[in-house]
């Protein structure tokens, strides 16, 4: 068959997008494991899912400094000694802090994982935070803040997460006296209570080959068991502060960073599809009204864009840039002028398709690999949603109109509510 060059390949509409569903069982100890096994790869990835405790203001950085520091060694083993074990089996380790959750991930081949699951089950029950590599650690963080606090665009998403989300875990803005009030005695206590069977989730993805998921229901089963203090997952109430405008200024700064937003649902929310289809018009691709008018036209920045936050207790749309210092209002006038035009005009049928397409083709191309179910397999699970949530994620994006994208930007987008934070010229 000869190849026809000067013919556009045949487009065809995405019909209906399958995920992986996973297996499910659950542990004496109040574990939960969920297993998607696919792959021809002898390779699996493990991830230990652990909820974050309360915020507490007054030892705001514990949650962070918990997670940062489980491979700092343990009863028995050092650091070194750690990275020493899991490097000789190949393997990759990694600790992530997330604003609701705090996850340990292993990378190893089955082959190896008789060696390398005792590593993680140890760092999982016997973590000590050891003094000095606190210290070393505090001393880091403040140096990094220090550096980082010299960047425009850090300091707006710190003072614009301060606004949104006030004295809680999503709008926690360290500074470098905060972490004087890291005790390793309260970082025991804080793991103790929160690293338990009962607060943690399993997720493993790759090819579980017989005999795998006994191993690790061995290892993290028998005699892992939860303390008498009760995990605290529940978090206080978010409430957005009093003011809406914030100018941090910087008179030699080249460039401005331009942060805003307001609070608005999460994905527990039935109108959240529709609202990251508006997203999505406004300034969720490379192709977006905000980058074809501030980038492309009037050259304010080299990029722009708009995103939405689905946390378990608060959701946010946000937009942000950096412009040039000089044109910092012209920019921000910019931004108003096209979220009130998806407020009076309809959004073209032309463009209306081109990102029905963007997003139906970005979902499918996100599941490139069983991981990638595993991660969709989490954002329906940790905010409690079923998989008929991608349904009607699919359905909206196929089906929604440009009048109802209308009514959408009048319901959520009022610009005078946003909360806009410029650092550098204004």
Known sequence: MTLQR???????????????????????????????????????????IFGNQRFDPKKPLLNIAVNSMLTEGTGTLTQAQISDKVDFYGAFLQVDYGYDNSLVTLYSLNKHLQHTLPVIKDILTDSVFPEKELETYIRNQQQKLQVS??????????????ALYG??????????????????????????????????????SGKIEPGILELITDTFDKDWTNPDVKPDTGQPAVTPAAAHFYFIEKPDALQSAIRMGLPVINRNHPDFPALQVLNTVLGGYFGSRLMANIREDKGYTYGIGSGMSSLKHAGAMFIATEVGADVCKAAVAEIEKEVNLLKSDLIPDEELSLVRNYMLGSLLGSLENVFSHADKFKNLYFAGLDYDYYDRYVQVVKTITAERLKEMANQYLNFDSFYKVIVGKY
């Open 6 to 48: 000067k013919q556009a390949p045949e487009f065809r509409p995405i019909d209906n997008i399958k995920l992986l569903r996973p297996d499910h069982q659950s542990l004496s100890n109040g574990c939960n494991i969920y297993c998607f096994n696919s792959g021809d790869q002898d390779l699996v990835r493990i991830e230990w």
């Open 149 to 162: 606090m010299q960047k425009n665009d850090y300091v707006a998403r710190r003072e614009f997460n301060k």
């Open 167 to 204: 004295d809680t875990l999503y709008g926690l803005g360290a500074d470098a006296e905060t972490y004087t009030t890291l005790h390793r005695d309260d970082m025991l206590a804080h793991f103790k209570q929160m690293y338990q069977p009962s607060n943690c989730t399993i997720i493993i």
